[in-house]
């Protein structure tokens, strides 16, 4: 390791990378979490209910002690941009806005995805308050409720699905008059009586007065009442600062990895909802293992 300043910089740091840190310090390697949001996209969830050991708590909590972990365990975190990651022969560059030059043997890149939006007006504003993009993890907070979900791909029709089982009505909004999605699940979702397709229609505008949202005007003029909004139009993952580095992708974006994490590079591993593995299923629980399982290959790869 001579001339470097660590074993192993994490890029970005929230629930893959603090157990990313944890256990590259146990193994005693020499490792920095470098991020400009520290706890990543869950610290801003209101309420969390679906990780092992948390009845519920806000997601802040949860990434307090994810973080708390990690330095107890050794690892070091800054709380800074990367704005570029370079190979140099047999060690990485990584560069932060603040002009910063750190080397090292290996990096985790584990950035997060970048929702899609529908742009609708007060779409930004309410954000996370009454406009969700993740069923799984929101459904608390539109139980019973009437809501708008919005578009028409497969995980806008398995989401209705799911959130048929929980909402009182589920609006389901696609801007064109068929679907993109399978026709089983096309299917399925007719035959549930409280899902109604409002179909050749966007969201134009979230409506609210002083308290909560009231519903939507849709692009035609024609208003919707309900109490939540779900988006459901994908997203695009975030992994601009690796692109000079040329790795293998899939068509949506994602990082190839293998079923150590690492990625076509040798010495990159990635982890968290950028990476092919886990078949995308974007929750904390398999982030946290994906950071875990990157930092046991890395130790083994330093053995060799």
Not at 104 to 122: Q, S
Request: hydrophobic share 40%; aromatic share 12%.
């Amino acid at each position: 390791m001579t001339n470097l300043d660590y074993d192993l910089i994490i890029v970005w740091a929230g629930s893959a990378w603090y157990p990313a840190g944890m256990y590259a310090s146990r193994y005693k390697l020499k490792n920095l979490i470098i991020g400009v949001q520290p706890g990543g996209a869950l610290a801003t969830s209101h309420k969390v209910e679906n990780y092992p050991w948390v009845i519920s708590a806000p997601g802040k909590e949860i990434m307090d002690s994810f973080k708390e972990h990690a330095e107890k365990s050794g690892s070091e975190i800054i709380n800074e941009l990367v704005e570029k990651v370079e190979k140099h022969e047999n060690h990485f560059h990584v560069t932060t806005s603040t002009g910063k030059e750190l080397k090292a043997k290996y990096v985790i890149v584990a950035t997060w995805n970048n929702h899609r939006h529908l742009w609708a007006k007060w779409e930004k504003e309410f954000m996370w308050k009454w406009v969700s993009y993740c069923a799984t993890c929101d459904w608390m907070f539109f139980k019973w409720r009437d809501i708008i979900l919005a578009w028409g791909w497969n995980t806008a029709l398995t989401e209705a699905l799911y959130l048929a089982d929980i909402c009182k009505k589920v609006y389901l909004v696609h801007r064109r008059d068929t679907f993109r999605a399978e026709d089983s699940w096309v299917e399925q979702a007719k035959k549930r009586e409280n899902i109604e397709f409002v179909l050749n229609e966007e969201v134009e505008e979230i409506t609210w007065d002083a308290l909560w949202m009231t519903g939507v005007t849709l692009k035609s003029g024609k208003e919707l009442k309900a109490d939540w909004i779900f988006v459901a139009v994908g997203t695009i993952p975030n992994v601009w600062i690796v692109d000079s580095l040329n790795l293998e992708k899939d068509k949506e974006g994602c990082l190839v990895v293998n079923q150590r994490q690492e990625t076509s590079l040798k010495g990159l591993y990635a982890a968290w909802d950028v990476t092919t593995n886990s078949n995308k299923f974007k929750q904390t629980i398999m982030s946290a293992a994906e950071g875990c399982l990157a930092a046991d290959s890395i130790h083994e790869d330093n053995l060799r």
